[in-house]
């Protein structure tokens, strides 16, 4: 193990405080390419998000026709829009199919146990018309 001497810790010293002061100049260059992102690459307004809408509703998903329709935008920037968009769309109406398919289930047990109440009733009087059938003979 090497030993310390006063001369290596000042310089470690050093060093770090150097690294300390160009910390918060990192986390500045971080955050500002993270806002220029949305500038270099326009966010998607609503007036987009519809136009893509009626385009894939139209033409499909042939990207490279609906690129020609949407000028400041690459081609893949539009295919990755539409997979996100489809997989929000998708997990909404999962979650929507789900609870009307448990909906559905509930109504049918309870349809199960009316229906079960009728055919026992049914069996009852089916029973007693037997037995007023074999009375009269």
């Not at 998903?61 to 829009?81: A, E, G, H, S, V």
């Not at 968009?85 to 979650?95: G, L, V």
């Not at 229906?115 to 049914?122: E, H, K, N, P, T």
Request: hydrophobic share 30%; charged share 35%.
């Amino acid at each position: 193990m090497a030993s310390l001497s006063s001369e290596g810790s000042t310089k470690d010293s050093e060093t770090l405080k150097e690294l300390l002061k160009q910390r918060p100049r990192i986390q500045k260059k971080q955050q500002a390419a993270k806002i220029s992102k949305c500038n270099s690459n326009p966010c998607w307004n609503q007036e987009d998000l519809k136009k893509l809408e009626k385009c894939v509703s139209i033409l499909g998903t042939d990207f490279d026709l609906i690129q020609l329709l949407f000028k400041n935008r690459t081609r893949k920037q539009i295919m990755n829009k539409y997979k996100k968009a489809k997989i929000q769309y998708d997990r909404k109406h999962k979650e929507k199919f789900l609870r009307i398919q448990d909906a559905l289930k509930k109504e049918q047990e309870v349809q199960r146990h009316r229906l079960g109440s009728i055919d026992s009733i049914d069996l009852n009087i089916a029973l007693d018309i037997h037995e007023l059938s074999t009375k009269k003979e």
